[in-house]
């Protein structure tokens, strides 16, 4: 399972991630990455950004901005994702 920075909070979280299985106080939550302004704003304040993704390709956008710091999926076969596969083939 592959991590990132949950902000500055000094904790990694998982990637991708089942939305209710991680507490998500005082992150972002977005339901996309189109506006950039305010994922950029809270990276700079060191604050999470979660982004919500219920398919591959929407993973795939949220995971491609290095300040997200995980993708939120309902669909729990969204966790097995190959993403480098996804992302640079193979």
Known sequence: MR????GATGRKV?????EGSL???GALVLDDVRDLAPIQEAHEQGTPVVVR????D???H???RPEVAAALVRDPAL???DLPELTYGG
């Not at 993704?53 to 591959?56: N, T, V």
């Open 3 to 6: 991590e990132r920075w949950f």
């Open 53 to 56: 993704a219920s398919s591959a």
């Open 23 to 25: 507490d998500l106080a």
């Open 62 to 64: 949220a995971l491609a």
């Open 14 to 18: 998982p990637e991708i991630v089942l």
């Open 79 to 81: 966790l097995e994702l």
């Open 58 to 60: 929407e993973v795939v």
